[in-house]
């Protein structure tokens, strides 16, 4: 899920063995489940349709998405196959409401210019445009 939404657009730009190699990338999910990680796995029966992480990463070891220490910055993806069904609409909700219970102010994004589907979702969901790093915009959700 971390290599579909780093290669969101189809283009194999990176491995998956690469994404998990670079820090950059890596720093998402490395150690999954340490205090403050937030996250939600969709699942159909036994099946992986998708996934949502959150994790507070700091200005030292930045996201993409960062905004300061405090705010989790999310990543996402569904599988090709589920898409289009309201399964990363389920996620961002289901995430929000858990970030919103843990007493986090507020989450943090970063959405590639050209990314539509994404971006649509996250303006559906109550987040704005923030900043810009790159080809990028960083977007912020206020609890
Ligand atoms: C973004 C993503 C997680 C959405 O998951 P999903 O399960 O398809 O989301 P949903 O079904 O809940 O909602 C999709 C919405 O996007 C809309 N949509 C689909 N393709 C679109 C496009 N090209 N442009 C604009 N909207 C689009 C759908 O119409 C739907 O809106 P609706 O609920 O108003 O009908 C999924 O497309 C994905 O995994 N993309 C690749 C990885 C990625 O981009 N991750 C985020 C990186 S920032």
């Known amino acids: 899920m971390l290599l579909l939404a780093f290669t969101w657009d189809g283009t194999p730009r990176f491995t998956r063995e690469e994404v998990l190699a670079a820090d950059h990338t890596a720093r998402y999910l490395g150690g999954w489940r340490r205090p403050g990680d937030l996250g939600l796995v969709a699942v159909d029966g036994r099946t992986p349709l998708g996934a949502i992480w959150a994790r507070a990463l700091p200005a030292a070891t930045p996201g993409y998405g960062y905004?300061?220490?405090?705010?989790?910055?999310?990543?996402?993806?569904?599988?090709?196959?589920?898409?289009?069904?309201?399964?990363?609409?389920?996620?961002?909700?289901?995430?929000?409401?858990?970030?919103?219970?843990?007493?986090?102010?507020?989450?943090?994004?970063?959405?590639?210019?050209?990314?539509s589907a994404a971006r649509a979702l996250y303006v559906r969901h109550g987040f704005v445009t923030v900043g810009r790093d790159g080809g990028s915009d960083t977007?912020?959700?206020e609890l």
């Open 67 to 115: 905004v300061a220490d405090d705010v989790p910055e999310l990543g996402m993806a569904v599988a090709p196959a589920h898409r289009g069904r309201g399964v990363g609409s389920a996620l961002l909700a289901g995430c929000l409401r858990q970030a919103r219970a843990t007493g986090r102010r507020a989450v943090s994004l970063s959405v590639e210019d050209g990314n």
């Open 139 to 141: 977007m912020l959700r």
